[in-house]
């Protein structure tokens, strides 16, 4: 019987110890849009060079911290449709530009 209670108040002194707190919306991770559901992990270090030698040969690279990840997609889809790389390029700049996108 002493050995119960013993455990019983190990229990209670454990468990009323955990932190028990909702998250705030302030403390919730950010989401960040997918890239591609079916993509394979990207190398950041390719991504980032298919970034400067695809975006670099007509303009001045932006910062990604330029614009937040959800705002990546529109740009990448309007510059593909003007310069014409292909869509594995594509992929590749949007998970380098959305991995180091603003916060």
């Given at each position: 019987m002493?050995?119960?209670?013993?455990?019983?108040?190990?229990?209670?002194?454990?468990?009323?110890?955990?932190?028990?707190t909702?998250?705030?919306?302030?403390?919730?991770?950010?989401?960040?849009?997918?890239?591609?559901?079916?993509?394979?992990?990207?190398?950041?270090?390719?991504?980032?060079?298919?970034?400067?030698?695809?975006?670099?040969?007509c303009?001045?690279?932006?910062?990604?911290?330029?614009?937040?990840a959800?705002?990546?997609?529109?740009?990448?889809?309007?510059?593909?449709?003007?310069?014409?790389?292909?869509?594995?390029?594509?992929?590749?700049?949007?998970?380098?530009?959305?991995?180091?996108?603003?916060?």
């Amino acid at each position: 019987m002493k050995n119960s209670i013993v455990i019983l108040l190990m229990l209670l002194i454990i468990f009323s110890c955990s932190k028990k707190t909702t998250p705030t919306s302030a403390q919730q991770p950010v989401q960040q849009p997918k890239v591609d559901s079916t993509s394979v992990p990207v190398d950041m270090t390719m991504a980032e060079n298919q970034f400067k030698q695809t975006c670099g040969s007509c303009h001045a690279l932006p910062s990604p911290a330029k614009h937040i990840a959800a705002e990546w997609p529109n740009t990448v889809n309007r510059m593909q449709r003007k310069k014409g790389f292909d869509d594995s390029q594509k992929e590749q700049i949007l998970a380098y530009l959305v991995a180091n996108a603003k916060q």
